[in-house]
């Protein structure tokens, strides 16, 4: 079968660093997603990995690693506005994207 | 500017009636998607389309239909038949198919109450 978890909440203080990790299970795999949706919005695109490894962009990192079936979004010197749900998702290969059901996260002062 | 523009934002519906929500993008892309999202669950694939008149079902199709006469629209109608269609629906649309060859954009949203 396949799925997708991560941690429903998580709660940081600004300035800080936190890591929100993601596992999933699938057998056809093509890349795996990070998007942040604020309330209400819409989501946006953050990373896409498709090979094992860190890649960055600015305050944000996403690492996988796909013998484990396990990726991290890496958030750096976190600000208020980055208080928002952040999905995971993995691609099985043509239309199919498979979302986890997010992970709502708190920044505190 | 280019994106994906969903209307209402906000509707309510009685019991009984159809609705449609309408979805309409500038970005020239050729995949459009309906994403249902409720709370606790993750967005969970409704209708796809590859290509203007060509559209198919994903894993919640029941209840819904869609169609795809231009390659800019792709409107969702809520049927009667649909049992809980309480549910905030999101409209996507990506240059080819979603993660083959990039990412899912998202238009605002449509928060769609049954009364």
């Known amino acids: 079968g396949q799925n997708i978890d991560q941690p429903t909440e998580m709660t940081a203080t600004e300035g800080a660093i936190v890591q929100i990790n993601c596992t999933y299970q699938t057998s056809g795999f093509n890349g795996l997603f990070w998007y942040q949706q604020h309330a209400g919005e819409a989501p946006t695109f953050l990373s896409y990995?498709?090979?094992?490894g860190l890649e960055e962009k600015g305050r944000f990192s996403s690492f996988l690693s796909r013998s484990k079936g396990y990726s991290y979004l890496l958030l750096k010197e976190l600000q208020m506005k980055d208080s928002a749900s952040y999905l995971c998702a993995f691609n099985t290969g043509g239309f199919k994207t498979i979302f986890g059901a997010g992970t709502r996260l708190f920044v505190k002062a | 500017d280019g994106g994906i523009t969903q209307s209402p934002k906000y509707l309510f519906r009685k019991e009984g009636q159809n609705v449609t929500l309408s979805c309409e993008q500038n970005l020239n892309h050729d995949a459009m998607y309906w994403y249902r999202q409720d709370p606790g669950q993750g967005l969970r694939l409704i209708y796809y389309s590859q290509i203007v008149n060509d559209f198919q079902k994903g894993d919640i199709a029941e209840g819904y239909s869609v169609s795809r006469e231009k390659k800019e629209s792709f409107p969702l109608t809520v049927t009667s038949a649909q049992k809980n269609p309480t549910a905030f629906y999101l409209c996507a649309s990506s240059i080819g198919l979603a993660g083959a060859d990039g990412e899912l954009f998202f238009g605002e949203g449509s928060r769609l109450t049954v009364l």
């Open positions: 990995n498709v090979l094992d």
